[in-house]
Structure formats: C-alpha cells, structure tokens
C-alpha cells in the first residue's frame, strides 16, 4: 500500500536556530499534506497543511514546502523554542475524506 | 468547551475481555473517527463517521465496533480483546464543510490487553 515516511527518527536542534523536519510520500494522488505536533502524553495537534496544487505555505513560525517532482514535503520552524520539543508527524490525504495516513514521526528535542 | 474527551485515560484487559472506548466531543463536530498508534508507527485510522447513523472502515478495523446514535459520542468497542490490540487509542473530530485537514484529537486511551 501506499506510504508516509520520514528521513529522520529523531532531531536535535540548538535553541533559536532553524529546525528542518523532512517527510517522503508514495502516493502521488494525494491532495492534501498536513503536519502535526504531538507532545508527550498528548494527542495530535494540527500544525499547519497544504495543498497538492502548491509549493509553500506559511504560518506563524512555521513554512511547508512540498516538490511534488521527488514527492518531498519538509516543515521548517524559525527560532526554535524549548516548547517546540516534540514528536512531528507528517500526513496525506485524498480527496478531502477521512483516511489520512499518517507517517511515523520525528522526534523534535531542543538543545537549551 | 471542552473539546474531544476520552475515557478511559488507561486500562488493562485480559485477552478475551470486553471493553467500550468512550468518546466525546461538545463542539457540534459532523465527522469523527479513531485512531491507533503503535510505537515505531503513524497513527492508524480504525473507523470513521461522518455523521449521525453512519460509520465507515477505515485502514485496521477487524476487531473493532462503532456506532454513532448522536453527532456528540462516537464508542469504540472491542469484543473479544487480543494482545495485539495493545496500544494508544486517539479519538478525533472535524467539522463538516471545506477540508482543511485539521483534526480535532483528544488525549488518548491507553489499552494494555495481557
């Protein structure tokens, strides 16, 4: 079946610096990326997402990019801070239903 | 509001025990489902709703039940609980309309079958 995955298990960043988290998809079909922050003992929280028919995104600290060519999607966080210590999860979905698939994570551990 | 609940927080069964996920959420919310996550995994979708009266198989429901009688309450029952159904059970919700991808989650039900 089709896949999310990740490139890194786990990432450590300096405190103020930029962190880059990457994903690689399968599914060329997918329509919609999304990313997710989920602290220890928490569910999953929504970060910020993006659509198959766009490049990059930006929220408040944070941009997704997506190169659909190498079916690629990073989430890059500006000045990283001690409360962006978690597991991050990057998402696909199809056709705006329920069935996101979800990849198996990034650890986030910020370095004081 | 509170947003999504789930209880219980944790529990323990026996392999063959019964037990009913409870899931709630107060903000009118048309869509709902639950998730599994194992470790080393993503989240898994086990079943879905997307509204009162209707549910749908997601990517591992065999031994799963769901029902959804009210747009606030979305149960996960398992029948016959196995070891393999140890795991971090996550309840979520999102409004109807435009798909923006963002779920609702709540905090988590963790199952531990013996």
């Known amino acids: 079946g089709e896949s999310v995955g990740l490139h890194l298990p786990t990432l450590s960043v300096q405190e103020g610096d930029n962190s880059i988290i990457n994903c690689a998809y399968s599914?060329?079909?997918?329509?919609?990326f999304i990313w997710y922050k989920q602290e220890s003992g928490k569910g999953p929280q929504f970060i910020i997402d993006i659509r198959s028919n766009m490049d990059k995104r930006q929220g408040q600290r944070v941009t997704v990019l997506l190169n659909k060519t190498v079916k690629h999607l990073s989430l890059q966080i500006a000045a990283t801070q001690p409360g962006d210590s978690a597991v991050y999860f990057c998402a696909e979905n199809n056709f705006g239903n329920e069935k996101l698939t979800f990849g198996t994570g990034t650890r986030l551990t910020i370095i004081p | 509001n509170a947003g999504v609940t789930q209880t219980p927080k944790f529990q323990v069964l026996k392999t063959g025990q019964s037990m009913t996920l409870q899931c709630a959420q107060d903000?009118?919310?048309?869509?709902m489902s639950w998730y599994r996550q194992d470790p080393g995994m993503g989240l898994r979708l086990i079943h879905y709703?997307?509204?009162?009266?209707?549910?749908d198989q997601g990517e591992v429901p065999n031994g799963y039940n769901v029902s959804r009688s009210t747009t606030e309450d979305f149960p996960l029952r398992l029948l016959s609980a196995a070891p393999s159904q140890t795991s971090v059970y996550f309840c979520?919700?999102?409004?109807?309309?435009?798909?923006?991808?963002?779920?609702?989650f709540g905090e988590g039900s963790r199952l531990t079958v013996l």
């Open positions: 709703s997307v509204g009162a009266g209707i549910t």
């Open positions: 903000m009118n919310h048309e869509y």
């Open positions: 979520a919700s999102r409004p109807g309309g435009t798909w923006t991808g963002e779920l609702f």
């Open positions: 599914n060329s079909a997918s329509d919609y």
